[in-house]
């Protein structure tokens, strides 16, 4: 019940709710856009003190994402009103495609909106980033917002301002050995039972005409179904949070090669930045998938794992 309802996702990219707090003196961006390329596996020393294998070498599932250049494209403005944040206006770089949007009675500039910060609750930065710089298809760029955090509200407003309409890199961002959350959107089943869709037991055999299906859905009075009854319907294409997967590599696949012998299954070669990710990540190839900082986060000391092999033939 804790997914309910299972409905499809209304996009391929995620709402974020939650963006975290860190303790820095200067902003920074909380996430970063990717492309999920696939999986390989890495080897890897570990390094956990209180472990019985402690030293020596793991065998990892790893996740490989391309991570284009993503670019700032625009401020937008927050107040705390009625136990919620509004939006009090937003400015995107004057470049011609993106245009730019104000609210209502705001001034025509950012630079206007420094002596009225007193009144902001919260700033994010409106990022932009092109699938087909990963090789992809589509042209248009996805567009959505991302949080800033560190600082305060002045130098925030001073950090985002002076990226509009600059390039960031994953690497200024996450460094190897954080952890982060990923949120994407998981592969789409279709239309399921109740068997497989909540993992209802099979009824035994000629104890009633049907076998994968719920015995009894609701009483005779009141004549209701209640929604905590398994029913069939969608699985699957729906957003998902995972949490505290380790970074073990991040590097470029011109300068390191990542690519398997024949490319990526359903995606082909990653020939620019690249992340890979200890574990799996929700979602098929080539899906939007979003790094952002642990929102609860593991471990306070950053350490960049021993990388001993990965997928024979890559190096390490």
């Not at 856009?33 to 790893?62: M, Y």
């Not at 560190?150 to 985002?160: A, M, R, V």
Request: proline share 9%; net charge positive; glycine share 12%.
């Amino acid at each position: 019940m804790a997914y309910s309802p299972r409905g499809r996702a209304k996009r391929f990219v995620p709402k974020i709710r939650t963006w975290p707090k860190i303790e820095s003196p200067t902003p920074m961006l909380l996430g970063f856009p990717t492309f999920k390329a696939g999986t390989i596996h890495a080897i890897t020393i570990d390094d956990r003190e209180k472990t019985p294998n402690f030293g020596k070498p793991l065998f990892n599932p790893a996740t490989v994402l391309a991570a284009p250049e993503a670019e700032v494209v625009g401020v937008r403005l927050y107040r705390r009103e009625w136990g919620a944040d509004w939006a009090m206006t937003e400015t995107h770089a004057p470049d011609g495609k993106s245009g730019s949007k104000r609210g209502k009675g705001a001034p025509r500039s950012l630079e206007a909106w420094k002596e009225k910060l007193g009144g902001v609750a919260r700033i994010t930065g409106i990022v932009s980033v092109t699938p087909k710089d990963v090789g992809l298809s589509q042209k248009n760029p996805i567009k959505f917002e991302m949080g800033v955090g560190g600082g305060d509200i002045k130098s925030q407003f001073d950090y985002l301002t002076s990226l509009i309409g600059k390039r960031v890199k994953f690497s200024e961002i996450f460094k190897p050995g954080m952890y982060v959350d990923v949120l994407g959107i998981t592969k789409g089943k279709g239309f399921e039972g109740p068997v497989t869709r909540f993992g209802v037991k099979r009824k035994q055999h000629k104890s009633r005409k049907s076998v994968r299906a719920v015995g009894v859905i609701g009483p005779w009075h009141p004549a209701a179904v209640m929604y905590t009854v398994p029913r069939a319907g969608q699985k699957g294409f729906q957003q998902r949070t995972e949490s505290g997967k380790r970074i073990l590599l991040i590097g470029n696949g011109k300068e390191k090669p990542i690519t398997p012998a024949g490319g990526f299954l359903h995606f082909g070669n990653v020939n620019g930045d690249y992340a890979v990710l200890k574990g799996s990540v929700p979602g098929s190839p080539r899906r939007f998938v979003l790094v952002r900082y642990a929102a609860r986060p593991k471990v306070r000391k950053i350490a960049p794992p021993q990388v001993v092999q990965i997928s024979p033939g890559l190096g390490a």
